[in-house]
């Protein structure tokens, strides 16, 4: 079964000042990232110092919202009650074309599917309050 992330009624994120900016970005459809302004590394998730250099001077920058499955598993029994509608659904860790990485689910694709490897771009969803994102096959 696809999961349809507009039945969710899922916890929602706790945004804070470093996050913030973020979970905005989500909200207009775009994936903002940080980026570091002494060596020009990406960084996710948000923080307060590189985790490259060190430095605080963290800038936030759009980011293409592409990448590749680096890992996935197929969850049959959530952990979370909230996420039991859309079960089974697919858990995959996501190389964005940036650099980092990003645990996120799969949309608009059966679990079986799924494979290490497959081109992703971002789908932004509305669940509840919030505006999610989630990946989908690029092609």
């Known amino acids: 079964m696809r999961i349809d ?13 470093e996050t913030l900016p ?17 060596c020009s590394r990406w960084v996710f998730y948000p923080r307060a110092l590189c985790p490259h250099c060190w430095s605080d001077r963290l800038d936030w920058a759009p980011a293409s919202a592409r990448g590749t499955v680096r890992s996935f598993t197929v969850v049959h029994k959530p952990g979370h009650p909230a996420w039991a509608v859309a079960a089974p659904y697919t858990v995959a860790v996501i190389d964005l074309e940036e650099g980092p990485r990003m645990l996120s689910a799969l949309v608009g694709i059966e679990p079986a599917e799924a494979r290490v490897g497959l081109a992703v771009r971002a789908r932004f969803v509305e669940v509840g309050e919030w505006t999610l994102p989630f990946f989908e096959p690029a092609g």
Not at 22 to 38: S, V
């Open 5 to 17: 992330p507009h039945a969710l009624s899922v916890p929602p994120p706790t945004p804070t000042a």
């Open 22 to 38: 973020f979970w905005q970005a989500a909200r207009r459809g775009e994936l903002l990232l940080q980026r570091c302004a002494d």
